[in-house]
């Protein structure tokens, strides 16, 4: 079984900065792509950036040049630094991971953390 938790979101002010983290944990031989979707109130999941395991980054038109994300392949894990935050990236940000798994290999979810920014 594979669990993938993200962490640190939060309210910030318009202009603000937060990090999230995702940890993925459980029976996994090895995650190729990682990234960060977000969905906001009555609109469609959208994403915001993925990172191969080799680094390479793909990121949407909405927040290049302010959001990065990196990840650190011995732990599992992807980040997302958010910076210059304006209140329409106000969503739940889901966390997703492409597992190799001794089991079930696949996509899986995080349960989301809530970004709120307020102006």
């Known amino acids: 079984q594979v669990h993938v938790v993200e962490s640190g979101g939060g309210l910030v002010q318009a202009g603000g900065s937060l990090r999230l983290s995702c940890a993925a944990s459980?029976?996994?031989?090895?995650?190729?792509?990682m990234g960060w979707y977000r969905q906001a109130p009555d609109k469609q999941r959208e994403l915001v950036a993925t990172?191969?395991?080799?680094?390479?980054?793909n990121y949407a038109d909405s927040v290049k040049g302010r959001f990065t994300i990196s990840r650190d392949n011995a732990k599992n894990t992807v980040f997302l630094q958010m910076n210059n935050l304006k209140p329409d990236d106000t969503a739940v940000y889901y966390c997703?991971?492409?597992?190799?798994?001794?089991?079930?290999?696949?996509?899986?979810w995080g349960q989301g953390t809530q970004v709120t920014v307020s102006s």
């Open positions: 997703t991971a492409e597992v190799i798994s001794l089991l079930f290999s696949g996509d899986y």
């Open positions: 459980g029976r996994i031989v090895s995650i190729n792509a």
């Open positions: 990172i191969t395991r080799s680094g390479l980054t």
